[in-house]
C-alpha cells in the first residue's frame, strides 16, 4: 500500500525569501504525485502533479516541484513567495494508473508568509 | 463558472439528529466524491461515485449514507450525527474515476456535533 508522508506541519517564511516544503512516500510500485493547495476557507486546488517524463514538474503561481524515485520524494519548491502564497499545501499519492479513490493525502503544511 | 457547490457552508447539529449535505458540479463530471478534512490527518474519502448510477466506500464510510441522484448531484447523509463527525466536508468531481484526471472541490461545510 501506498502513503505519503509531510513532515512539517508548519513552515513559517519570509515574503521574498525561498520555501521547500517536504514530501516523501512509500511505494512498491511506480505512482503519480500530486500537490494541492487550500487557501483559507476554500476547498483544494491542484498545484501541480507528476505522472511520468520529467522529473522537475512547474505549476501554477511559480511553484515547482521534483520527483526523486531513489529518495521517494517530491518536495515542492517557490524561489519568492508572496503573502499570498499563505495556505496549507497537501501531497498525495497513487498508483500510476490508479483510481481517484485510492489516491492518498498528507496531513497538510501550512505555509505562513510573514512580512 | 460554478464548478462544485456545497450547500450548506456551516451547520450545528445535536447528537442524533440528522442532515444532508448536497452537492452539485456543473462540469458534466461521471466521478464525485465526499471527504472528510480533520486537523492532523489530511483528507479522507467517505464515498465515491464513480458514474452515475454506481456509488462506492471509501476509506471512512461508517455513518454516512450517499446519493448519486442523477449526473450532477452527489448528496451525503447523517442519519444520526455523533461528536466525532464534527469536520469539515468537502464534495469533489472529476471527468473519470482515474488519478490521472484532476479533480475539482466544492468549499466546504463546516459541521459541528455537540
Known amino acids: 500500500a501506498q502513503s505519503v508522508t509531510q513532515l512539517d506541519s508548519q513552515v513559517p517564511v519570509f515574503e521574498e525569501a525561498p520555501v521547500e516544503l517536504r514530501c516523501n512516500y512509500s511505494s512498491s510500485v511506480s505512482v503519480y504525485l500530486f500537490w494541492y493547495v487550500q487557501y483559507p476557507n476554500q476547498g483544494l486546488q491542484l498545484l501541480l502533479k507528476?505522472?511520468?517524463?520529467?522529473?522537475l514538474v512547474k505549476g501554477i503561481n511559480g511553484f515547482e516541484a521534483e520527483f526523486n524515485k531513489s529518495q521517494t520524494s517530491f518536495h515542492l519548491r517557490k524561489p519568492s513567495v508572496h503573502i499570498s502564497d499563505t495556505a496549507e499545501y497537501f501531497c498525495a499519492v497513487s498508483v500510476s494508473g490508479g483510481a481517484t479513490n485510492k489516491l492518498i493525502f498528507g496531513t497538510g503544511t501550512l505555509l505562513a508568509v510573514q512580512p | 463558472n460554478a464548478g462544485v457547490t456545497q450547500t450548506p457552508k456551516f451547520q450545528v447539529l445535536k447528537t442524533g439528529q440528522s442532515m444532508t449535505l448536497q452537492c452539485a458540479q456543473d462540469m458534466n463530471h461521471n466521478s464525485m466524491y465526499w471527504y472528510r478534512q480533520d486537523p492532523g490527518m489530511g483528507l479522507r474519502l467517505i464515498y465515491y461515485s464513480a458514474s452515475e448510477g454506481t456509488t462506492d466506500k471509501g476509506e471512512v464510510p461508517n455513518g454516512y449514507n450517499v446519493s448519486r441522484l442523477n449526473k450532477r448531484e452527489f448528496s451525503l447523509r447523517l442519519e444520526s450525527a455523533a461528536p466525532s463527525q464534527t469536520s469539515v466536508y468537502f464534495c469533489?468531481?472529476?471527468?473519470?474515476?482515474?488519478?490521472?484526471?484532476?479533480?475539482?472541490f466544492g468549499s466546504g461545510t463546516q459541521l459541528s456535533v455537540l
Open positions: 469533489a468531481s472529476s471527468e473519470g474515476p482515474l488519478t490521472n484526471e484532476k479533480l475539482f
Open positions: 507528476y505522472l511520468s517524463g520529467s522529473t
